[in-house]
């Protein structure tokens, strides 16, 4: 059995993560309609705890690999914010020296491998990471995220076979946010829920309450030491919701109002909030960890604004080891 | 070093000898392992005896997975070999390979690459129809950031294999099913064709006739043939499609003065458009005649073995071409 315990510790960690994830997208958000940056991004509003509990389960060595909507792994897994942010707006100084940008951050030294535009196609790579654990026997785990649309994709359930036949240290992490970019769940799928669909794999599925805290924390903790135990991967299923349009800026009208104000009561932050109050940590502890993060994201931000863009050399670079000729 | 192999023998000694010599190199793919009896071809056999099931690892049938998981394991540094049984398949995993392969070296602005082979087969004449046949090699050497290799006897098949694994780039790697019985003189251990390199596979002083993988066999036919009627054909082999050896062909080309291109592959927007559009732009001036194309015929490979033989570039076609190139008038 794991020890799914949620002591003090491990709370404040996933509570800086989480909070992280929160105050990047909100940055990011309030940048854009500044209209000091302009590219895609894809908010993370209302996803935030999964990302902050699922990663807080890793090791640093783990590896991630997400999709376009991945600020919130790719944020809570560890990539530096200087780093992050300059990719996120094309510079030179970014992780992919501004040739991935939001959609595909890649960081390997957070452990953040992947990140892909691709609904789904992130889910076999995840699998190629954990057979090369499973090969050399570095004790990794991969943890791979991506939302409900994803799940019906062939890639989807070829790798979920695949996975569970080889015990793979993998974690498939499905974001059930409720929307395949503009269409509902249940105008895309009829199975009641995707945790239900790793039966028929014969792997472990469960679904949990990704807006409650102890919910999602003992979901990722077991499925990240079973995946490290050689038991195999688990499909977690965490119910969440997207508060916003798929992506910033985007018209949501298709959102019903009433089920928008519902989810927002479900809102994971304020409810995260309460439970770390709950556990004695007090107002100004809290602040002061939100305070610091806001700190580090604006120095980021402001740094990231005045770097330098790519040279048009670039093009040359990195398609293959050896630079191409002009 | 001493006497012949098959192409089939050499593939299976590159692998052997790259496996020996790295513990990050496995083979992933349908059927590749001892159970299933070494890969529907056998070029994978002996192998899981020597390396065990995680590295010779047969998978089901998943196109997309196999692929995903090569890429997953590249990008994590190790060097997966994956079959992909026939190449009509690379189109279930299409994403895989252009979207992620090609492109992660790029996009990560170098940070993580994928030392990754794809290994496939194909070819024209064995009666295997529409959907087991096409040379579909324009298609990659149409995206950045993928290798395109294919040998036309069994030493190359060797040393451009182990070029390819230990290549940190991807590297699709196509062998054509009727030249796995070719034989060479065994080219010894850790025998390695430098990728990106073409042959001269027959010197010529009157036209230069450019192709790689199978079709160098016909065109080394025809050359003999023709040289017996005073026309002295250059056959240029390849080796690696994309990035192909423009010198090597250049400088045949500025040799001869003519030029024709050959391929399994169907001719419209194929890689030898490519190659013809670049030695017009390239040596316009000391051509003596255009560059004359030949291909495959523009429908699906026929089953019925009347139909699929007129569908290959057949000899007339060939001849026909170097003959419209030695003809030219000004």
Known sequence: ?326 | MSGQITMTEGLNQALDEAMAADDGVFCLGEDVSAKQGGGVFKITAGLTEKYGENRVRATPISETAIMGAAVGAAIAGQRPVAEIMLMNFVGVCMDQIVNHAAKLRFMSGGQTNVPLVIRTTTGVGVGFGGQHSDMLEAWFAHVAGIKVVTPSNAADAKGLLRASIDCNDPVLFIENILCYGLQSDDPGKDYRVPLGKAAIAREGTDVSLITYGRTVLDALGIAEELDKEGISVEVVDLRTIAPYDEETVLASVRKTGRAVTLHEAVKPFGTGAEISANIHEKLFNELRAPVQRVGGAFSAVPFVAALEQAWIPTKDEIVGAIKAAMDWKQ
């Open chain 1, 1 to 326: 059995m794991s020890d799914t315990k949620l002591d003090r510790d491990v709370l404040k960690d996933i509570y800086t993560r989480t909070m992280k994830v929160a105050q990047t997208d909100e940055k990011f958000r309030s940048l854009l309609t500044q209209g000091k940056v302009a590219v895609m991004y894809y908010p993370v509003r209302g996803q935030e705890l999964v990302s902050g509990a699922m990663m807080a389960a890793l090791d640093a060595d783990d590896y991630v690999v997400c999709t376009y909507r991945g600020q919130g792994e790719q944020t809570a897994k560890g990539v530096p914010a200087d780093l992050w942010w300059a990719e996120c707006i094309g510079k030179a100084t970014g992780t992919c020296k501004g040739k991935g940008g939001p959609m595909h951050i890649t960081h390997p030294d957070s452990g953040v491998m992947v990140t892909t535009g691709v609904v789904g196609s992130g889910i076999p790579i995840a699998n190629g990471l954990a057979m090369a654990s499973q090969n050399n026997g570095d004790g990794r785990v991969t943890v791979t995220s991506f939302g409900d649309g994803a799940a019906n994709i062939g890639a989807f359930h070829e790798a979920m076979n695949m996975a569970q036949l080889y015990k793979l240290p993998v974690v498939f992490l499905c974001q059930n946010n409720r929307y395949g970019e503009h269409t509902a769940y249940a105008d895309h799928t009829d199975s009641p829920t995707i945790a239900e669909r790793a039966a028929g794999y014969g792997m472990k599925g469960v679904r949990v309450d990704g807006n409650n805290v102890e919910e999602m924390w003992a979901a990722a903790k077991e499925a990240v030491d079973r995946a490290r135990a050689g038991e195999g991967p688990t499909l977690i299923e965490a119910m969440c919701y997207r508060m916003m349009g798929h992506f910033f800026g985007a018209d949501f009208s298709y959102m019903p109002e009433e089920h928008l104000a519902e989810m927002q009561a479900e809102d994971p932050l304020p409810k995260l909030r309460q439970v770390m109050l709950d556990h004695q940590f007090t107002e100004e502890e809290l602040d002061a960890i939100v305070a610091e993060i806001d700190a580090e994201i604006d120095a980021a931000v402001e740094k990231a604004l005045e770097a330098p863009f790519p040279d048009a050399d670039e093009l040359r670079k990195d398609v293959f080891e050896e630079e191409i000729a002009a």
